[in-house]
């Protein structure tokens, strides 16, 4: 009997992915995340392989076993079909259970090199880059995609072309590259990919909370879920949805909050200037500061503050979050 790659548990709950996030979604993001759990999978932000990349070197980034017991794939992105070849055959050195190709990023950075989303205005390229990973390695290659790069008027071919490289399923982020993060994400695309697709599909976009994410799996029928902006207003998303399948309550605690940032803060590289460290700090508390319309009045304070340490700053802004987390929209 073949184990499905995104299997429902014993309660009915969909497999849930932490998404990867450029910028947020790092190391310490998903370090702090596992203390609170709930996630089968979490994925890598985009690790670029360039055209003049070096192999070995890129891979020692990756590490397989950061998270476990927690399954956590690689995420890559290039459009030289080739040198991603060989990158996912060093990730799957490395340990890697699934390597996932990034259709997707929309910064003009990297769409203007013709990686990210920008394979999205080939199908045929996406097919080529998609296949020669898939053949390079053993382990799953799945592919992140958007629903398009101007339009989605490519949108069925990009679907199949990825279906046809071999891959195992795709997750859906249903915007498109000129769409940004702006404009509500179009379950519709994310139901009418599923009509179409073979392989599995992964809803992704817009799961803010529990009600977001079973209104998803209804109205696209897709097969697991993907939450990422929704996991940094609310690091207890996959609790309460597995919570919810289950029926069994889920209480967040003001002691999970507490170890959720500490573990943030010390999985920051030591190495990293005072400032980055505030930054990112600034970067989580502004995210959760924003889901709560009590703390929304506080949120311009926590940014433009000049603490010179992160501790500081964080010592500034737990007292704010203690009183008013209850009322945070969880």
Partial sequence: MTIPLLPKDSTGCPYLFLAPMEGVGDRAFRKAMSTVGGFDEAVTEFLRVPSNAHIQSLAKVYQADELAPIPLACQLMGSDEYLMADMACAIERKGALRIDLNCGCPSNTVTGKGAGSSLLKEPNHLYKVAQAMVQAVSVPVTVKMRSGFQDISLFQDNLLAAQESGARFITLHPRTKVDGYGPPARWDLIAQAKSILKIPLVGNGDILNVTDAVRMLKETGCDALMIGRGAVTNPFIFRQIRA???????????????CYFETFLSQIPEALPARSKINKLKQILSFLFRANPLLETKRQQVLTSAY?????????????????????TF
Avoid at 308 to 328: E, G, I, R
């Fill in 244 to 258: 919810h399948f289950s029926s069994r309550p889920f209480e967040v605690t003001w002691e999970s909050f507490v």
């Fill in 308 to 328: 010179t340490d992160a501790d500081s700053l964080l010592a500034f802004a737990l007292p704010h979050l203690k009183v008013n987390w209850q009322f945070t």
